[in-house]
């Protein structure tokens, strides 16, 4: 009898130390910036985006700010025809491309005007949908 309560307080002790350490390893790693967990959405959606190519052609650019809660801000431009690029607004020196509202041009830290076709940055693929809709696939970067 007494070896089972041992085996008991013993088995009971190790699962509660087990989840403490499942618990802190979790914790680590969702709170490490080296490590980007694949929850959430990697795609997002424009209702009617197709319609603003026009506006888009007039104004520049348009802005996503962390379109899907990664610190990633994406600028969506309309280049030609039904053809959209949609690339990630900082440059690999930290850079964050601002839009001229005057000239409708991209430009970056330097005030140098960023050239959308080919994008200054890494790009992602863009599709026009029947209805209209743009899609932007942020799983992985369009060749």
Known sequence: MRNRRVWLVTAAVAGVIALVLIVVVIVELATSPDVQNQLGQNVFRIPGGASLAREVDRNGPLLFRDAIGRDRDIYLD??????WVAFEARLSSGCQLTLDRTTGELRDCDGQVAATDPPPTRAYRVVVERD???VVNLRSPAP
Not at 78 to 83: A, I, K, Q, T
């Open 132 to 134: 209209g809709d743009l």
């Open 78 to 83: 309309h280049v030609d025809g039904r053809r």
